[in-house]
């Protein structure tokens, strides 16, 4: 019999250049023995976009963005808050018998699919790329009554989740611990692109590529650019990206013109065309997002074959994450630390290593697709009795 899927993400191709391609690929792949609806959200018509791509097989649902990464954070709410609501619509109108739901948007979309599979019987994967509320706590203030709230909400969702994919084993004993259950879990870690053209030589050089964000630890990584570079470091540093802190990146490359290159945000494709020209990339995440978060360019660095610096604690998910599968090092969080670590790159007491096509392959949207096609169509303890 044939199973009725529900994709649902606010992102999707061709505004999410990543994760919006796994779910197109995924659709398509699903839609082959399924009955498959994608529920997503999107600035303009798709109309257009689902004759080009061959999409009338699918059952495909967009509602219109009400806000995007420079709204207001009431508006952000009230766009979350019409999209679930918009979700609820068509959960009741396509009566889908599993649900595949990330953190994209949090909290309250997943817990109501996870209500609608409660009452009527329906198996829910629930995908938790961040942790919620606690991520959003970590960069701004949240009354603590809303943040037990939203916690036990997610705590429901994360019950009665029929799989529960995450990006780390930390983050997934995070979650057991929150919720004080045993979930049944699945580690998947982020995908990245693949649709470049390696060059044949590597440049000695340092690049960051992603969010110039609190989170990233961005000021301490200038303050031991500075440093390097002030103490006659010479390895050169290419930023990409926007955030918080990009203004302070452009002072930067006015300042060592010929060290630092700041870029700009630039699409996946080219982030990472200019990301496999260098031997070195910065990873870095702070404390506080220990446990729920990871960076999503972990994956696109390695398909880059880059070797990490990882700007994190000692004993961080990342840290052990960069030790345990040897693709870099871990700098720590002092300026002196990751100062030190920039001149023994330099004067070649730290080697850069080859990585692995079997390890880089492992994290393509193609290997990605094909994981979760897997999760999503395993069949439930149910449907074996059957």
Not at 62 to 75: E, G, Q, T, V
Not at 89 to 107: E, G
Not at 177 to 191: E, F, G, Q, Y
Not at 224 to 238: A, I, Q
Request: hydrophobic share 35%.
């Amino acid at each position: 019999m044939t199973t009725k899927i529900a994709i649902i993400n606010r992102s999707f191709w061709p505004a999410s250049r990543v994760i919006g391609k796994v779910l197109l690929e995924l659709s398509k792949e699903l839609s082959k023995d399924n009955n498959v609806s994608v529920i997503t959200q999107s600035s303009h018509d798709l109309t257009q976009f689902v004759e080009e791509e061959n999409l009338e097989t699918l059952k495909f649902s967009a509602c219109k963005n009400l806000s995007d990464s420079s709204s207001s954070i009431l508006m952000r709410i009230i766009d979350a808050i019409y999209f679930s609501l918009y979700l609820v619509i068509k959960l009741l109108s396509y009566k889908p018998d599993r649900v595949y739901i990330s953190t994209n948007p949090p909290v309250i979309a997943p817990f109501i699919a996870s209500m609608y599979c409660k009452l009527f019987r329906k198996d829910l994967i629930y995908h938790v790329q961040d942790i919620h509320p606690e991520i959003s706590e970590s960069v701004t203030k949240i009354p603590r009554i809303f943040t037990r709230l939203l916690k036990m909400i997610d705590n429901f969702t994360i019950n009665s989740a029929w799989k529960v994919i995450t990006l780390t084993s930390g983050m997934l004993d995070y979650l057991e611990r929150r919720s004080n259950s045993t979930i049944k879990k699945v580690l998947l870690p982020n995908p990245g692109t693949s649709d470049f053209t390696e060059p044949q030589m590597k440049n000695d050089s340092f690049i960051y590529c992603g969010n110039l964000g609190r989170l990233q630890k961005v000021d301490v990584l200038i303050e031991s650019l500075e440093n390097y570079y002030d103490r006659g470091g010479r390895l050169t540093t290419t930023f990409i990206g926007g955030g918080v802190f990009l203004p302070k990146i452009n002072e930067l490359s006015l300042r060592y013109p010929e060290k630092i290159q700041a870029l700009g945000p630039l699409d996946p494709e080219s982030s990472q065309v200019e990301s496999s020209k260098h031997k070195w990339a910065f990873i870095s995440l702070d404390d506080s997002a220990n446990q729920l978060a990871f960076p999503s360019k972990s994956s696109s660095y390695l398909i880059a074959k880059n070797n990490l610096i990882g700007i994190c604690g000692e004993n961080s998910d990342l840290a052990n994450w960069i030790k345990d599968n040897k693709v870099g090092y871990v700098a720590g969080l002092t300026c002196e630390e990751i100062t030190d670590l920039f001149f023994e790159i330099e004067h070649g007491s730290i080697s850069y290593h080859e990585i692995p096509d079997s390890f880089s392959d492992m994290l393509t949207i193609e290997s990605h697709v094909q994981e979760l096609k897997k999760i999503i169509e395993e069949k439930s303890h149910d449907e074996k009795n059957i």
